[in-house]
T-cell receptor, first 113, second 112 residues
Framework: GAGVSQSPSNKVTEKGKDVELRCDPI?????LYWYRQSLGQGLEFLIY????????KSGLPSDRFSAERTGGSVSTLTIQRTQQEDSAVYLC???????????FGSGTRLTVV | DAKTTQPTSMDCAEGRAANLPCNHS???????VYWYRQIHSQGPQYIIH???NNETNEMASLIITEDRKSSTLILPHATLRDTAVYYC?????????????FGTGTRLQVTL
């Protein structure tokens, strides 16, 4: 597609459940990023993938959070044993290696009840 | 990445130029200045970036001071649709696809 696609657009889950959030980057973009944005807050970096290099996981807030990127394309962010503080909009972005700027998706709004 | 300082909020009348300042006094020689904006309920949108020369594209102009310690994003004819939070970010480029560190940005309100 023309842009970064994220699914689902909205997710409501019960506390303690696991969730998976999906990101389809722009075709050919080698770099993929995950951010999250809590209500009224700024963007918080979570993780990024660049080609076949080891991902930069420095922003993951706890070991309940993990992400993978299969075949250098689609990425899945998994949150285990969700907590209410995990409620936020999770944003994915991609860029080519020689990039002018990231292209962000519309995000997944996660609500933990 | 160098830290940036931006005003919390600004107002601009529709049709007038919006000038959004950013201070980045600790910027290093190989760091670029990027601007993004985030319209309510949407993901951030890339606007423009530059190293030391002034840059212009279809969205905006970027003016970087000679000492590179500050810059100004100019929206030449602001419209209501330009109401958003504008983020000034400095980072390494090119070939160093790395994380963008977003600060709190400037909330621009364009009014009639």
């Amino acid at each position: 597609g023309a842009g970064v696609s994220q699914s689902p657009s909205n997710k409501v889950t019960e506390k303690g459940k696991d969730v998976e959030l999906r990101c389809d980057p722009i075709s050919g973009h080698t770099a993929l990023y995950w951010y999250r944005q809590s209500l009224g807050q700024g963007l918080e970096f979570l993780i990024y993938f660049q080609g076949n290099s080891a991902p930069d996981k420095s922003g993951l807030p706890s070991d309940r959070f993990s992400a993978e990127r299969t075949g250098g394309s689609v990425s899945t962010l998994t949150i285990q044993r969700t907590q209410q503080e995990d409620s936020a909009v999770y944003l994915c972005a991609s860029s080519p290696w020689e990039e002018n700027g990231y292209t962000f998706g519309s995000g997944t709004r996660l609500t933990v009840v | 990445d160098a830290k940036t300082t931006q005003p919390t909020s600004m107002d601009c009348a529709e049709g007038r130029a919006a000038n959004l300042p950013c201070n980045h006094s600790t910027i290093s020689g190989n760091e670029y200045v990027y601007w993004y904006r985030q319209i309510h309920s949407q993901g951030p949108q890339y606007i423009i970036h530059g190293l030391k020369n002034n840059e212009t594209n279809e969205m905006a102009s970027l003016i970087i001071t000679e000492d590179r310690k500050s810059s100004t994003l100019i929206l030449p004819h602001a419209t209501l649709r330009d109401t958003a939070v504008y983020y000034c970010i400095v980072r390494l480029f090119p070939g160093t696809a790395s994380k963008l560190t977003f600060g709190t940005g400037t909330r621009l309100q364009v009014t009639l």
